[in-house]
């Protein structure tokens, strides 16, 4: 990052997340050459990132998005009406099957008996397309928690469980068993698609690869995306969809943080007024250690400090990092690749207060988005 934008991030009020636009529409320039080289269409996996404020600049760029139940599909309705809304739900509530009919193109389901369950209502809806979630027990995913192959998982249908003579309505199958992956494991898991379910694709007018494409990292291979997805929709005469979350706005966005007060117990501590549970509970769930601008692992740098949140969790620590020079109260520090997986998880437990949001604009100044407060806590309670 530029030194200005360092220098007008770090002249925020602090804790806040602040949006790259310019990465954010670097990462849409890529899904949007998928898009226009094989014709497929990319959705916003919401779940990653549902800061809408920018939906309208991600309408720009690709189809549209995908949801995981009510709220999310409403909030794409809302804020970016005219391009395609897909929701998937491992379970569909009776309560909200009459307006995701409304504000959906494609209700995915996990099961047969979901579909049977709904099927009636569904079809009076003749412009809303029908799919089912499958699971070709193919996975590569060595985190069982991220995997939806894992044992005994609920996340799609098995061919065992699959009722051939239940198709009518359903124009299109899904899948989703990837992680940050590149296309190689897409390559092999369309294998494992084909060997279970390609007898069934020959009747669909889609297929929807899911997520976890991580397709705007520096090392994806983009070409072998393309001709994955040029393979399956002349083999099979199919639309295909892909919906992925976190290649949307991978490293595209910060977490702004001061440091407030500096200890010792055997190594130097640093209190941030950021949290790992709160604000960024991916450090702790998947786990991973975020990078922060101008760190280093530590004991590589002359520096070294373990970074700790001010709730009063023992386990609320975000990492060991060492620096050029000693931390110093105030100083701010910031942590890359926060948008994604962030906003959309944080919380406020402990009576933490919620990271406001800015947006980096392209010419370098930033905006506020929204601004959070006392009540946004109080308010869940
Ligand atoms: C989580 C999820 C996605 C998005 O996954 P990313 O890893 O963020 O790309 C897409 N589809 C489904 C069904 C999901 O559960």
Redesign the pocket.
């Known amino acids: 990052m530029s030194e200005n934008n360092i220098k007008n991030i770090s002249s925020l009020p602090t804790p806040c997340y602040v949006i790259d636009e310019k990465a954010l529409i670097g990462n849409l320039e890529k899904l949007r050459y998928v898009e226009q080289k094989t014709g497929c269409h990319v959705l916003l996996?919401q779940?990653?990132f549902s800061a809408y404020h920018v939906y309208p600049l991600i309408s720009e760029y690709i189809s549209g998005t995908?949801s995981?139940g009510i709220f999310e599909a409403r909030l794409a309705h809302e804020e970016m009406g005219n391009k395609q809304i897909h929701v998937?739900a491992p379970a569909f509530k009776d309560d909200d099957m009459d307006e995701l009919l409304k504000i959906c193109g494609h209700i995915v389901f996990n099961s047969f008996s979901q579909w049977k369950h709904f099927r009636k209502k569904a079809l009076a809806h003749k412009n809303v397309e029908f799919g089912l979630?499958v699971n070709p027990e193919y996975s590569e995913i060595e985190t069982d928690i991220y995997n939806?192959c894992f044992t005994n998982s609920r996340l799609g249908i098995t061919l065992e469980n699959f009722e051939e003579n239940e198709l009518e309505g359903i124009s299109g199958l899904?899948f989703?068993t990837?992680?940050?992956q590149n296309s190689d494991t897409l390559e092999r898991t369309l294998k494992a698609v084909e060997e279970k379910f390609g007898k069934y694709l020959y009747n669909m007018k889609w297929l929807n690869f899911?997520?976890?494409?991580h397709i705007t990292r520096p090392d994806y291979d983009i070409e072998k995306l393309i001709s994955c997805i040029n393979y399956m929709q002349e083999k099979y005469d199919l639309d295909i969809y892909i919906?992925?979350?976190?290649?949307v706005a991978l490293n595209a966005g910060y977490l702004a943080a001061s440091v407030l007060d500096i200890i010792k117990n055997n190594m130097n501590i640093a209190i941030l007024d950021t949290s790992a549970a709160c604000h960024m509970p991916d450090v702790l769930e998947m786990p991973y250690r975020p990078f922060i601008i101008g760190s280093d692992k530590p004991d590589i740098l002359p520096y070294t400090y373990r970074l700790g949140a001010p709730t009063c969790l023992a386990g609320d620590i975000i990492g060991d990092y060492s620096f050029p020079a000693p931390l110093n109260i105030g100083d701010k520090l910031i942590f890359t690749d926060m948008a994604?997986?962030s906003m959309v998880k944080n919380n406020t437990f402990n009576g933490m207060p919620l990271p406001d949001i800015y947006l980096l604009k392209t010419d370098g100044t930033t905006k506020l988005l929204k601004k959070f407060g006392y009540s946004d806590f109080k308010c869940r309670l």
Not at 210 to 213: I, L, N, R, S
Not at 243 to 247: L, N
Request: proline share 8%; charged share 20%; hydrophobic share 20%.
């Open positions: 996996a779940k990653a995908t995981s998937y979630r939806p899904h989703h990837m992680c940050e899911g997520g976890g494409h919906e992925p979350g976190e290649a994604i997986y």
